[in-house]
């Protein structure tokens, strides 16, 4: 299911062009000086190898970010498993902010507790995840189209895994190698414990879509769930259109992440993918 | 020779005329004294010089006397009426007829239309009373012109706008969902028009709006902040009358019609925005529509002086939407409609006793659909929410000189559909409630008393007991009302009060201007009935200076709130909707509930007569809300908590034909939720699982406190100016208006957007935005009254 208010967004973008031409924008300074903390991002699944990143925040209102602002040199990362087992992950040579181990010393399993242990100039944090036990995987997955000789339509349905409700589930569709939407959420409905899924999908020169469907942790869902609402966000606003004004989400983006003393998330998830052909 | 002549004028005066009387025969003299529109005048008082005598008419403005016959010079007079000299030469029995002229020049009329009324707070015992009529209304300046009696409360002290344009209102502290509004004593669910931007109120049918702030009748419930009660009229009409008004936005218009051979008249009033008519005349391809109208009608029969009754009928509806036709069939459209039908019987069973019954039925429906038909896809998603409401009150009063007194009951019945989502899609048809839906049963009783203690206070004690029941579950709640007010002497007053008031019906809404998409919902076990409890004081203050008169008055308050409902983070109406990232399932995923506090000082000061008239008021208000679900349990200042508000209103009558109006609004920032930090959007490829930044997409967000930011603050000068002439005969109005006269950029939301940046070395800088709605707006309307 779509999202209703694109559709008459037209119609009140003529309809009140006399007040829509007449909005202003500008920018609020904010005398703000917070401080920055560290900054931890990993999502493990079975994988040839983990990524965690590793950063910093930064107080928003500031004058100005650079990129060194962001990282957060010469921190120690460290995954255990729930029988002990400890590795030492490396910085990345391309992106010395991410932190890497091949899965071959290290291997992620489902159903399995990992945590996490960061060491940096301002303190250690810790984090868990419990690896889903169990991946959904797709009942159906059509591409159908195309619409107006435009886009074409993905729709796809699973079933939800009976034994473990403190899962959940998220959409991603890539082609050319490329996600086509950093949402996961969109469009995904629940009729008793059939999903299904229907996106709008633009190929371009493309002639192939991957789309795979993740089976996530609770923690992981939740702050996809606000990464999403902020991409809605920002995709409504940039615009400054009435329409989208009026439509927009009205309420207060939630907090998510599970890193206790930092920001970030540490979850887990499965995925199963399908290639779809136009 | 001196006491001889002494004794000759007392002779004369005095002893003569009873010498001569005793001889002469008497006459009646039957004296009628009227006004000139032919009433009697009390009190009015007949002087005989040569008798030394003077006589006062009854009740009936008539005096009888006896006296001889013969030459009397007289003089007529009564208090406002220009005194009259007669002489009567009496002969015979003698009627007479004489006619006063008022002192005030001009001449009596019979009947006057009320067309301003100063509430008299001095001695009014209702603390917090606001009171706006017609005309007052139609003297504030107003966004495109469009008179409002909703947003003309903007204007009062403890009122404020929800956002910049919006027809919403926070009184004292409160949210907008906690306003009652009734029509005639009807409860009305939805008040606004087009997003929020007009009331659904046509000014020309309202004749009375009347604002409860914190000091209650017990006779009135229901909500926990306030309550707006605006009427239409209630007169019989003795001619046929009415008004069109051509606005920018709408076109609106008013008729009254008498019918005496059936001792009853009746009044139309429409109102119509016309958009979707220049685009049917003028638009091209997509057939778009976007339009709001109302309609009043009310019917008034009066048999006699003892029974009057009325019939209300009142219909409002908005419609937004575009159908296109190419390639298929594609339409999206928000709609929304009110209607209400009512009856009431005010029956007056002695001097003393009167009862008013009053049977109503109020309907209220909304929906926001989209439907695709094409060779590849059909499908149509149509999400309704509905609320019909049949109710009935009757209140039995008792007044006398010393004591008023009433009592009654109000009984509803509420038919709830909070949500349901129905269509088919690809052939298969759907039908989801994920609320279901519901009856409860509203029941009242109430009773109240205001006793004269004494010369100079009065004490108001009433008592109302809400019984709410909804499936398995019944709530019960008593809520005194107690004030007490103390004349200290003419012109000054003190009234203190205590109100408790709750609240089953609940309104989802979302701030700020957005879709007409209220979810109104019930009180049950998860959300309990929210209750109140109000303290006000309020000080009045009544004095002249330069001859003209003032009144001051200072309004200290405090209330708090329990089972106050609010939406989770990350939900919004949406929600219970479809298509939203956050989707509620049931109450408990969407709301969750805490409580409120809420104190403050309202300072007000009115001018009240002279050419030059208005007030200025300011109010000082601090609010908190304390949800354990939000903001870690710790408690926030709501989005209606603005610490700081000031108004101008100024009216200026040029000359007869020319009225100038001002308005000036000052309002703190209102609180808005800033993240405390920024990091790099992080997101996995799935495919390899590998992390990667992207650069296209905004930073991630680290929330901070909620509302830990304050908007800029909001004001703004309006002007209008009103032309009085003579258009084709008749009495027309011209009024011109400029709404933010000097277009200052007021903030209707805040953002996280980018800065645009050409440093490579420099990340695209997130930053706070402010979007601003209404630049200077001019506005022009024509009024003619017939």
């Given amino acids: ?278 | 020779m001196k006491a001889t002549f002494y004794f000759l004028i007392f002779f004369l005066s005095v002893a003569l005329p009873k010498l001569t009387a005793q001889t002469k025969q008497t006459y009646f003299i039957d004296l009628q004294i009227t006004n000139s529109a032919n009433k009697t005048v009390k009190d009015a008082k007949l002087q005989v010089f040569s008798l030394s005598k003077t006589f006062v008419a009854d009740k009936h403005g008539k005096i009888i006397l006896n006296i001889p016959s013969g030459d009397y010079i007289a003089r007529v007079s009564a208090q406002n009426f220009k005194s009259k000299d007669i002489f009567i030469g009496l002969k015979k029995d003698t009627l007479i007829n004489i006619s006063l002229t008022s002192i005030y020049g001009g001449i009596l009329i019979e009947e006057v239309q009320v067309k301003g009324r100063i509430l008299d707070k001095l001695n009014n015992p209702v603390a917090g009373l606001e009171r706006l009529d017609k005309t007052t209304i139609e003297k504030i300046p107003a966004l495109l012109g469009e008179k409002d009696p909703i947003k003309a409360l903007q204007f009062l002290p403890g009122v404020i706008a929800t956002s910049e344009g919006s027809a919403e209102i926070n009184v004292r502290g409160g949210g907008n969902d906690q306003n009652m509004i009734t029509l005639d004593e009807i409860p009305i669910y939805s008040s606004t028009h087009l997003f929020g931007l007009f009331s659904t109120f046509n000014p020309l049918a309202i004749s009375s709006t009347i604002l409860y702030k914190g000091d209650f009748p017990s006779n009135l419930g229901g909500r926990l902040s306030s309550v707006t009660s605006l009427t239409t009229t209630d007169t019989l009409t003795k001619t046929i009358h009415g008004e069109a008004d051509l606005g920018v936005a709408t076109a609106k218009a008013s008729l009254s019609v008498p019918l005496p051979h059936l001792k009853s008249s009746f009044f139309l009033a429409g109102r119509r925005s016309y958009y979707d008519l220049l685009f049917k005349t003028f638009g091209k391809g997509n057939t778009d529509i976007f339009a709001f109208q109302d309609y009043n009608f009310g019917w008034i029969y009066q048999p006699n002086t003892k029974h009057k009754f009325k019939l209300t009928l009142y219909n409002e509806q908005d419609a937004a939407g575009t159908t296109i036709t190419e390639a298929g069939f594609l339409k999206g459209s928000a709609e929304k409609k009110q209607s209400v039908v009512a009856l009431s019987w005010k029956y007056r069973l002695n001097n003393q006793w009167n009862n008013a019954v009053n049977i109503y039925s109020n309907e209220y429906k909304s929906s926001l659909a989209e439907e695709k038909r094409n060779a590849v896809e059909s499908y149509l998603y149509n999400f309704n929410t509905a609320i019909k409401d049949i109710g009935v009150k009757n209140t039995l009063a008792y007044t006398s000189t010393k004591i008023n007194s009433f009592a009654g009951f109000e009984a509803i019945r509420h038919s709830f559909m909070p949500t349901k989502l129905t269509g088919d899609e690809q052939g298969e048809y759907f039908n989801f409630k994920n609320i279901q839906d519901g009856t409860a049963i509203d029941f009242s009783i109430f009773a109240g008393t205001l006793v004269e203690l004494g010369t100079n206070s009065k004490l108001s004690l009433g008592l109302r007991n809400n019984n709410y029941f909804i499936r398995q579950n019944a709530y019960h709640s008593l809520e005194p009302r107690l004030s007490f007010h103390y004349s200290f002497n003419n012109s000054s007053s003190i009234k203190i009060s205590y109100s408790k008031m709750t609240q089953s019906i609940l309104r989802l809404t979302n701030p700020g201007l957005g879709l007409p998409q209220d979810i109104i919902l019930s009180a049950n076990s998860f959300n309990k009935p929210q209750t109140a409890n109000h303290f006000s004081l309020e000080y009045v203050k009544d004095f002249e200076f330069d001859k003209e008169k003032f009144t001051f008055s200072l309004q200290p308050f405090y209330k708090n709130t329990h089972h106050i409902v609010s939406f989770k983070d990350g939900f919004d109406t949406r929600s219970l909707m479809y298509g939203a990232t956050y989707k509620g399932d049931s109450y408990s995923d969407v709301i969750t509930t805490g409580k409120g506090s809420a104190y403050g000082l309202e300072f007000m000061l009115e001018k009240r007569t002279g050419k030059l008239n208005g007030w200025v008021n300011y109010t000082y208000l601090k609010a908190l809300n304390q949800f354990d679900n939000l903001n870690r349990g710790l408690a926030f200042a709501p989005l209606q908590d603005r610490r700081h508000s000031l108004n101008f209103v100024a009216n200026w009558r040029i000359s007869k034909n020319w009225n100038v109006g001002f308005s000036w609004m000052f309002i703190s920032g209102q609180p808005v939720s800033v993240p405390k930090s920024i990091f790099l959007p992080i997101n996995p490829d799935y495919a390899s699982g590998k992390l990667q930044v992207d650069n296209n997409t905004p930073y991630f967000l680290e929330p901070g406190e909620r509302n830990n930011v304050r908007m800029k603050p909001f004001h703004k000068l309006d002007v209008t100016s009103a032309y009085n002439f003579k258009l084709l005969g008749l009495d027309a109005t011209l009024n011109l208006g400029f709404y933010n006269l000097y277009s200052r950029s007021n903030s209707s939301f805040y953002y996280i957007g980018k800065s645009s940046s050409k440093n490579t070395t420099t990340l695209g800088k997130p930053v706070l935005k402010s979007v601003s709605l209404f630049p200077i707006i001019p506005s022009a309307s024509l009024k003619v009254k017939f």
Avoid at chain 1, 77 to 98: D, T
Avoid at chain 1, 106 to 111: D, H, R, S, Y
Avoid at chain 1, 174 to 179: D, E, L, P, Q
Wanted: charged fraction near 20%.
């Fill in chain 1, 1 to 278: 299911m779509r999202n209703i208010k694109t559709k008459f967004a037209p119609a009140l973008c003529l309809i009140l062009i006399s007040l829509s031409s007449c909005i202003r924008e500008e920018i609020i300074p904010l005398s703000r000086n917070g401080q920055s903390k560290i900054v931890v991002i990993g999502f493990l699944t079975p994988a040839p190898q983990i990524d965690i990143y590793v950063g910093r925040s930064q107080p928003f209102g500031k004058l100005d970010y650079q990129p060194i602002d962001f990282t957060e040199p010469n921190a120690v990362v460290k995954i255990s498993n729930e029988y002990g087992s400890v590795k030492v992950l490396n910085s990345n040579s391309s992106n010395p902010s991410i932190y890497s181990c091949s899965q071959t010393d290290f291997p992620i399993i489902a159903g399995k507790k990992y945590t996490i242990t960061v060491t940096g100039d301002t303190g250690t944090i810790n984090a868990s995840t419990v690896v889903p036990p169990q991946v959904a995987y797709w009942k159906t997955a059509v591409l159908s189209g195309p619409q107006e000789d435009l886009y074409y339509t993905f729709s796809g349905s699973w079933e939800k895994i009976a034994e473990h409700n403190d899962v959940d589930y998220g959409v991603s569709i890539k082609t050319n190698g490329k996600a086509l939407d950093l949402k996961t959420n969109e469009g995904i409905n629940k009729v008793n414990n059939l999903y299904t899924v229907k996106r709008d999908v633009f190929l371009g020169n493309s002639q192939t879509i991957h789309v795979t469907l993740l089976t996530r942790d609770p923690v992981f869902s939740a702050f996809s769930r606000k990464t999403d609402l902020t991409v809605e966000v920002f995709e409504n606003l940039k615009s400054s259109a009435f329409s989208d004004i009026i439509s927009g989400f009205k309420g207060v983006i939630p907090d998510a992440g599970n890193i206790s003393g930092g920001i970030g998330v540490f979850g887990s998830y499965l995925k199963d993918t399908k290639i779809l052909n136009k």
